[in-house]
């Protein structure tokens, strides 16, 4: 009956109810006005007070933002950007367009993906929108607005990964953030150089990023900046510092990283933190065989990536629960959830990480006999970290190219040897210990079956010696007994 009447109601009165309720809102219900504002913005909308309503829709979106509500917040920002484009523009509207704009990246990032097409557009309307302000003569209140339009090109190009776009990417960042004379911009750059160093390979430089970026954090100035960059910096930079430290060789400093980011991420209570967190952190106990811990975490994220409407994440939770099926015995398991994750994943434009996810499938898939299916993900691998770039786990997808000849019907050992050879190379350019570490077992046990006991225990026992740490993870006790069998 009420949406019949209201119905009936012609235009012009209809508008002057809105606005009588937005008055009386705002005149008696105070509380009400300053806690709902997309109530009032709605109210403000219908009576075409436009100016006004873009302006609530704006504040709705950043509380949403600030809450986590990630569909609701790009929604209410959508709603204000459309409301500023129906006015005739001045200063001051241009300005909280901008702010506006750049404010929808962020729940984009989560509700989309960071590559995805929504967002990938939100990123260049917001550049284009300060590129026109600035030939205006009309520089941006606040500087860190450029400064997310540019982590949002970064991002895009990371999480599709483009390991060249990505560096120089980094480095432009760094540059302008170096003119800033603040601390964010500079933490924020060597994030990002720190990702884009890390994920084509380059270890040690992505260390010393981290480390720098980690130095210039404090918490009470750069928590907030969550709501500017997806997650907070720290989170992020502790996150995957923990995949730089186990590749290098230290898996107890990376598990240190690890629960330390997720600590801190559960402390700010911001879902797309706790998201990135519960994602990521997970890798170093995975590396390192603690599958309960890796289980829990993804049953989590899996939980909070429902709740908060996020498709990146899921598919991301979807992949690693099926890796760690593939880990644990459940082939079959592994390929549904794996195939799963990774066209979802896909279907938002990014392509990080799949090298080593179709590592995992392919192992998968090799432990059922099917060794066809096996190579075809070997070689989707592969090209992928040549047309990418993103060789941070070449080592490893040579080394398990290695393992699948040696589970064909026909075993090639010679083809094998090659695989490890390539993979023991790959390793030591980037000095990844952990990756040489396994490719080393992997060619003692070739070595060893073929008899040459004397070669597996020569080419093992200097990698397994120079590890300072990690004595009670998987890798360094299978190594340890390998080398006690070798000496038999």
């Given amino acids: 009956m009420q949406d019949a009447a209201y119905g009936t109601l012609l235009r012009e009165p209809r508008r002057e109810l809105h606005a009588r309720i937005a008055e009386t809102l705002e005149s008696q219900f105070g509380e009400i006005a300053e806690n709902r504002p997309e ?3 709605r109210h403000c909308t219908e009576a075409r007070l436009i100016a006004k309503a873009a302006g609530l829709w ?3 979106g950043q509380r949403s933002l600030a809450r986590s509500a990630l569909v609701e917040a790009a929604e209410q920002l959508a709603r204000g950007l459309d409301q500023i484009a129906t006015l005739q523009s001045t200063p001051a509207l241009r300005r909280e367009q901008i702010r506006l704009q750049v404010a929808l990246i962020t729940p984009l990032i989560h509700v989309k993906g960071y590559a995805a097409p929504e967002t990938k557009a ?4 917001a550049g284009l929108l300060i590129e026109e302000a600035q030939a205006r003569g009309e520089p ?3 500087p860190l607005l450029l400064f997310s339009v540019l982590y949002g090109f970064w991002v895009a190009n990371f999480v599709a990964f483009n390991g060249d776009i ?12 170096a003119k800033d004379g603040t601390a964010a911009p500079p933490m924020i750059g060597r994030y990002i150089m720190g990702n884009s160093s890390l994920f084509t390979g380059n270890l040690i430089e992505a260390r010393a990023h981290y480390d720098r970026a980690v130095t210039l954090y404090a918490a009470g100035e750069h928590r907030p900046l969550a709501m500017r960059f997806g997650q907070d910096v720290r989170v992020a930079v502790l996150s995957f510092r923990s995949w730089a430290l186990w590749l290098l060789g230290y898996p107890d400093a990376a598990l240190v990283d690890a629960n330390q980011a997720l ?5 700010i209570d911001h879902a797309a933190t706790l998201m990135f967190a519960l994602a990521l952190t997970p890798q170093a106990h995975f590396l390192s065989a603690d599958y309960a811990t890796v289980r829990a975490a993804n049953e989590k994220l899996l939980a909070v990536a429902h709740d908060k409407n996020a498709p990146y994440w899921k598919a991301v939770g979807t992949v690693l629960k099926g890796n760690l099926f593939a880990a644990t015995g459940r082939s079959s398991d592994a390929i549904q959830e794996i195939t799963s994750g990774l066209t979802v994943f896909r279907s938002t434009g990014a392509t990080l990480y799949v090298p080593s996810w179709l590592s995992y499938l392919a192992r998968a898939h090799a432990d059922l006999g099917k060794i066809d299916d096996a190579w075809r993900c070997i070689g989707e691998a592969t090209a992928a970290i040549e047309t990418t770039k993103q060789r941070w786990c070449e080592a490893e997808v040579n080394r398990v190219a290695g393992e699948v000849t040696l589970t064909s019907s026909q075993p090639d050992a010679a083809k094998a040897q090659e695989y490890f050879e390539r993979a023991l190379a790959v390793a030591r350019q980037q000095q990844a210990k952990s990756w040489e570490l396994r490719a080393a077992m992997s060619m003692a046990r070739l070595w060893r079956d073929q008899g040459k006991c004397s070669e597996a225990r020569d080419l093992l026992t200097p990698v397994y010696n120079w590890f300072t740490e990690g004595f009670d993870t998987c890798d360094l006790k299978e190594a340890k007994s390998l080398l006690g069998a070798l000496a038999s």
Wanted: proline share 0%.
């Fill in 39 to 41: 109530l009032l913005a």
């Fill in 58 to 60: 704006g504040k709705a």
């Fill in 122 to 125: 939100a990123v260049e309307r």
């Fill in 140 to 142: 941006t209140e606040d």
């Fill in 166 to 177: 990505c560096r120089d990417l980094g480095r432009r960042f760094l540059a302008l953030a």
């Fill in 263 to 267: 600590r801190d991420a559960r402390e």
